[in-house]
């Protein structure tokens, strides 16, 4: 029941993560084929480099090449529907939340079940739940916006953690694998409700 | 026979890739290192990034390192005879295309060798076409220019598909090697010759 | 012995890279999750890069996820002490002139070990000892330095090649791990000393 659930919000999740990803590459003028690797990329992205750094083979894409079709063709229907979305805003905001979560939770079972270490199944969530929006940001030549934003990368490891530290203490696999969902998604809410920021590093000495 | 031919399709085109991202160096004023790396990240990047994401190892380069040798000394070369080049680069556009068509089929195979399905398959061929250019971009700190450039992933996607459909309809392997070459190598070049474009997705609205 | 000295400039060499990333991290006003990941990425990124494409699994940081914790905490530190690091900047870049020379052998001993030819062992030394710099330029936004600064990339492979020729004439591990990472030390101290750089190409015609 849990993984169909799981499963349900991991296509949720890609195909919104597709579309704003669509939007990003409009605000750069890149033609249709762009719109689509685009979304591909930062939908699936994040999973690809877990499994590239884990060595955990067949990627997800490469098993499943429906979900190359579902991001692509989703980003290319965004241009379509793209000045609907603006007054969904907060919808794609909460789908990118569930999808941050979803990502999380997932990449954590795929390092737990591969048997790593309990830092190394953090990190493989965090990577899942983030790399995708890194990667579309450096393909769009911004400094990836994780960097500077409202607990995105935080969310994953505390999510994680909670996820985690649920499994050690030998609590039930579906309850833990809601509540640190439930838990990461109320804190990046609030986050975005609030305007919750991390403190910044500011230092303008140049060494070079 | 077919195999020599499309060897030798191959030499050329990491050298052709490897002497015109030597130039987009020479542009940012890069040093001679940086103009040898460039240019053998740009020429066998592609296949490397296929190959990591199959999980197919060894990498071209780690198989056949002369390539690197290759690659970096027609980098190195191009330094030398730049002034010249600007009047080859009608050629060197065409050696491209032949690369871009070329790198290609070389793609599809591997993935189509590893039982792969169909659309992994043209994907692969994809990447192996197009992904040098992305992180030549990338490493010149640019927006890649195959999101914004004439049909230069759809030639791949095409070309790719082709072999794909010949192979699925049991035609002999050399006559769909070429056929697909041949109308990818045509479908570049007209574009090329014609200015054609995939249509741009233009989009202004800020949602951050 | 010497694996246990090689070990702890290991350990001082990534502490240190994660130290200066977070200055550049500070620079781009990242907030503290940023300079964590930055200082993580840069200090293990090139070994990381050396591992996925040579096919070596587990990555360093899956099987020591403890090196993860002591680059994101050397990271985080430097936030505290960032106004006192301009007085140790002779300090640091000897310190990552000594992580250049040790993360370029390991990176020799990884591919030699793996019985690969003898030009893929010193591209696997230049890329664990290169690339964490050229991720965290990718990340902050910028050209990489690797290709424009003082003999960087020249120093790893000038101590890679002396680390494989010294191995191939049989002379002692220990003797040919010390002598070429004093011999690509004192190049990469020189060059920093005297501003030796490689000559440019600066090519300024346009092709598109």
Known sequence: MSVLILHALYIIAITAEAMTAALAAGRRSMDWVGVCLLG?????G??????????????????HPEYLLLTAAAALATIAIAR???RLKRLFLFLD???LVAFTVIGCNVAMEMGLPVLVVIVAGMITGCLGGV????LCNEIPLLFRSEL???VAVVTGALFVAGHKLG??????LFASMAVGLAMRLLALRYSWHMPKFVYNEEWH
Chains 1, 2, 3 share one sequence.
């Not at 877990?50 to 098993?63: E, F, I, S, T, Y």
């Open 40 to 44: 591909a990329v930062t939908a699936l």
């Open 46 to 63: 994040g999973g690809s480099m877990r499994d590239v750094l884990l060595g955990h083979h067949p990627l997800v894409w490469v098993a």
């Open 84 to 86: 609907f979305m603006q």
């Open 97 to 99: 939340a569930i999808g």
């Open 135 to 138: 990667l579309r940001d450096i």
């Open 152 to 154: 995105y990368a935080s």
């Open 171 to 176: 609590l039930p696999h579906d309850a833990v």
